[in-house]
């Protein structure tokens, strides 16, 4: 990579309730124009790591004690959500990700516009990447479909006119059609906006098929990174996360011997 | 006939007094229990305004609500803000505490003695005839107005303006509202100087009409029940109420005891909370945040 990194995460540590170490040392970068996937099993640390980037709120209880974020050479560690978004990066968060008793039309209204783009500008721009939300614009979020809520909530996020989108479990819970048309919109945004996308996953086929580079992370810090081709070959991956297993059914030895092999990596 | 003017007037005063205990209610989580005080607080700013101002009354009305609109604004901006995202509880007894404090600077300002600002701008309160051999006072009459006039500007903006919007969102979601850029802060400050905003037109008008006393704060504190058993979030809840607590407190005085006057807001709102504790237009869900 010649360029610059847009974001680059260093060595970062959450603690929740002064207590409860979720993550540590985790380093990742991402590139301009680059899908970056963050793979790892349920509590790896993977939202931490988004929300450690988005910004806490008081009621969270949560804090960067170690380590920096830094997007453009600006320091965004314990800042508030609506700086960072304001800043360019912005978050669709994995649960509640849309307002439920506002329209799909208030959903994408009330965001307030940056860089001087009006919010026509950046709605005309959100409905040509997802045009079935104009259809869906009259109706309450809390009526609609996993697929269009996921939708609505990528689309909520472009109209903070990003430079960067986190996303917290795309296809969580979605049918594969659903996924297969989200995806191919993400792929679409890149391409045409130009911004770079992190893209957090459980399933390391969506994120891997769509990704340039990935890291996997486990008990709070990063077990593995490289680029997409090298993940999706690799043979941990393949069997941890891809469920390839040559035939054989995994036991809990292999899983044990698994766990051996990864203290070899740390 | 005269009954129900009085039912109207009365359930004005607690639908315009409720409706500042709703927005922040709505938009923030936060029970503002210095609601009563602020109310009281605008009254007195029009006070002063009226002394300094008696050859110009409108220019005296219009500053005095400019200031309780910055007073709103300021208590959210450096007393408030510290509690955002933080436990309901605590910003709560922040409002309590601000009460007291409220309650002893208009002590100190203004003293106990009552006072009479429509006398200081000079202006009559005649007494219209209505039909029906009812009589209202004009500035009861405009004070049934300015609760009408508010309630429709409030619901147009909160349904059609995108700070209104932005309102409504914060409070389902504060945390989602940040994230989508929203300054949580400039919108609850919002919230903060309208329900002072329109706290104060009804302290205002109360006084204009019948002057005031410290003791006003009795009735911001009866109007409370009026938005509780409306539901706490919900506008229309607090229209309601509002007229069910002025009702009830209308009739015991006329039927039953004029002495029982103010206990009875508290009195229905006892049995709404035995039947109906989330209020009749209130979600569910809201009750384990108070
Ligand atoms: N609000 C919280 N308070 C305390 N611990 C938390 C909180 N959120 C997450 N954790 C802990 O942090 C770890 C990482 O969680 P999370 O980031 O949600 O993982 P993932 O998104 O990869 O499933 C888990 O052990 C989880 O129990
Ligand atoms: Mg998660």
Known sequence: ?266 | MQFAVNILVLASIYALIASGYVLIYRVSRVLNLAHGELMMFGAYLLVTTAAGLSSSPVVAILLALAMSLMVGGLVYLFLMRRMTGEMALAAVLTTVALGILLRGLILMFWSASPQHPRDTLGWENPVLMLPGDARISLFAALLVASTILVYAGLFAFLRFSRWGMRMRAAGQNPLLAAQRGINLHAVFALAWALSTFTGAIAGMLIALDSGLDSTMVMIGLKAFPAALVGGLDSLLGALIGALIIAAAEVGVIKYVDPLLADVIPFAVLVVMLVIRPWGLFGTREELDRV
Request: net charge neutral; aromatic share 6%; proline share 3%.
């Open chain 1, 1 to 266: 990579m010649t360029a610059e990194p847009l974001l680059v995460v260093e060595k970062l540590e959450v603690v929740y309730q002064r207590a409860i170490t979720a993550i540590q040392g985790v380093s990742l970068k991402v590139y301009p124009n680059q899908i970056v996937a963050l793979l790892g099993t349920n509590g790896a640390g993977k939202t931490t790591t988004l929300r450690a980037i988005s910004g806490f709120l008081g009621l969270d209880d949560a804090r960067v004690t170690e380590g920096t974020v830094t997007y453009r050479g600006i320091h965004l560690e314990n800042r508030e959500p609506y700086e960072v978004t304001r800043h360019g990066l912005s978050l669709v968060p994995e649960r509640d990700k849309v307002f439920p008793n506002l329209t799909v039309a208030e959903n994408l209204a009330v965001v307030p516009g940056r860089r001087g783009r009006s919010n026509r500008r950046m709605l005309e721009q959100v409905y040509h990447f997802f045009p079935g939300l104009k259809d869906l614009r009259r109706r309450e979020a809390g009526l609609l479909s996993g697929g269009e809520r996921q939708m609505l909530a990528v689309a909520a996020g472009l109209m903070c006119d990003p430079e960067m989108l986190l996303i917290d479990e795309l296809s969580l819970g979605l049918s594969p059609v659903a996924v297969q048309s989200l995806t191919a919109s993400l792929v679409a945004i890149r391409n045409e906006l130009k911004i770079s996308i992190l893209l957090v996953e459980q399933s390391a086929v969506v994120a891997l098929e769509i990704a340039d580079m990935g890291y996997v992370l486990e008990n709070g810090r990063v077990v593995l990174d490289g680029d997409a081709q090298r993940l999706l070959n690799h043979s941990d991956v393949q069997e941890f996360y891809l469920g390839h297993t040559g035939g054989d059914r995994r036991s809990y030895r292999d899983v044990k011997q698994y766990r051996r092999n990864r203290r070899w990596y740390g």
